[in-house]
């Protein structure tokens, strides 16, 4: 973990153009499509993640800490958590 000011303006300017590795990108690659839409994650999207160095364990971790956090944002936001 870093607190590089630099480093996470790039992330959320454009994680795609951060100075991160190829791994980074590919596990930000797959979170991103598992948030707009999971039922488009294919075999080919884990051959992806497999080919930069995550196994299979390492891929359901992906998988189950995204999914969980866009589970718990939905919940904070139909809620009304931290609105006015």
């Known amino acids: 973990m870093t607190l590089d000011e630099e480093l996470v303006r790039a992330l959320q300017d454009d994680y795609r153009n951060a100075p991160i590795s190829d791994q980074e990108k590919a596990m930000l690659d797959y979170v991103a499509q ?6 488009r994650i294919s075999r080919q999207d884990h051959e992806r993640l497999r080919a930069v160095g ?5 891929i359901l971790q992906i998988t189950l800490i995204a999914s969980w956090f866009n589970y718990i944002n939905r919940v904070a936001d139909a809620l009304g958590v931290g609105r006015d």
Request: glycine letters at 10%.
């Open 54 to 58: 995550f196994d299979d364990r390492g």
């Open 34 to 39: 598992l948030t707009r839409d999971a039922t």
